[in-house]
């Protein structure tokens, strides 16, 4: 029932394809690319794509986009919380780190960690099921990264490493697998953490902090009527604000995301909310919300607190989690990040950076505005971010770094 009614909301805004289409010109161009998925959109600029399987050990079954360039240097690309694959092509192949890593010659695989639209596949669990959604960062950590890198190094004859870029949430579970699977490090040549989100103490969203103080009840509200999916029905979700931030609202939808990430609107184009939201939110679990909730002003980086104590010492064998060991996390690690980023704060990253083993490149990017999102949308990401990762790619390649 409780499906049914999100289904039917859709319905009611389905009138903004008229209402609204005369009240903002979006361009034709801008709406295809919204509308695509991730190989179709490779594929309308060129690039050959790639849809692989990956199976997790836990059951979930991921899909991977690859561009692929046989004999390349494989590197391995992961998105940040309710976001995809398209992440890393999203603004095409001028721009896109994607794109330019394959114009480079490497070989690129585009992760979908579970629960997001590309890996809503489970051996035993369907999607409607509560044990489908029981995952947060942790088990990303745990079980997804582990078995992409696998699968990725299967198929990558000659190489025993890979590159790895993660951007937010891609890089919280990159650390929590190095921290619980040190052998794995062996297995990375280089990870490049763009905005990387470990800890929170200094976090200064407004939204962010105002929803924390009520997590917990609203996370408990949301089991007792069903809901572990963020936001649930998805993909209704998804045709919804795209329709509203396309054709009415762009000024409202990009004052509300930069609220979130600080504001930074030089280097942000409102005329890309439609592509943005024709591809986000792309799905994630409400424990992903709740896990990241719990860092904040916690103190450190810790793992899921659970709503007993038995529950606790169940799974952690204590009456409260324990801190992950970033010591663990001894590969090499680039880090960037920016004064505005109101998730990944200055002082947060800083800490993280002291106590990092191996860090090889620590770039705070000059611009004040500089915040979380423009690492992937900003307008000059290219030169500012992307080049500065594959230059360092090369380096490490080459044996310089």
Known sequence: ????????????????????????????????????????????YGYPAETHK????????LTAH?????????????????????????????????????????????LNTRGNRYSRK???????QPQFW???????????????????LARSKGFDQLHYVGHSQGTTSF???????????????????LAPVVYWDYIDSPILLTFVKYLRPLVSFARTFGIYELPPENEV???????????????????????????D???????????????????????????????????????????????????????????????NVDCKVALYYGKNDRLASVKDVVRLRDILPNVVLDYLYPDPLYNHIIFILGKDVKTAINDRVIELMRKVDNGEV
Not at 17 to 27: H, N, Q, R
Not at 122 to 128: A, T, V
Not at 134 to 152: K, Q, R
Request: charged residues 20%; aromatic residues 14%; glycine residues 8%.
């Open 175 to 193: 650390f929590v697998m190095g921290s619980e699977k040190p052998a794995y490090m062996k297995k990375i040549k280089l990870m490049q953490a």
């Open 1 to 44: 029932m409780l499906r049914s009614w999100w289904g039917s909301l859709i319905c009611l805004f389905i009138f903004c394809d008229t209402a609204f289409g005369d009240l903002i010109k979006v361009d034709k161009n801008i709406l295809e690319d919204a509308s695509l998925n991730t190989p179709d959109l490779i594929r309308k």
């Open 265 to 327: 609107y030089a280097q942000f184009n409102s005329t890309l909310i439609p592509l943005l939201t024709g591809h986000t939110p792309s799905g994630t679990s409400v424990k992903s919300l709740d896990h990241y909730g719990q860092q904040i002003h916690s103190g450190g980086f810790f793992k899921y607190n659970h709503y007993s104590t038995w529950e606790n010492r169940r799974n952690h064998g204590a009456d409260n989690p324990p801190q992950y060991k970033l010591t």
């Open 122 to 128: 489970h051996k035993r669990y369907h999607r409607y």
């Open 134 to 152: 029981n995952f947060s960062f942790h088990e990303l950590g745990m079980y997804d990264l582990p078995a992409a890198i696998d699968y990725v």
């Open 66 to 110: 690859r561009i692929p360039r046989p004999g390349g240097q494989p590197v391995l690309l992961v998105h940040g919380l309710g976001d995809s694959s398209v992440t890393f092509v999203i603004l095409g192949p001028q721009r896109s780190l994607g794109y330019l890593l394959s114009d480079q010659g490497y070989d690129v695989w585009l």
């Open 54 to 61: 990956i199976q997790a050990k836990d059951g979930f079954v």
């Open 237 to 263: 979700w998804r045709s919804l604000i795209q329709k509203i931030c396309s054709f009415a609202f762009q000024n409202t939808c990009t004052y509300f995301i930069m609220e979130i990430m600080g504001v």
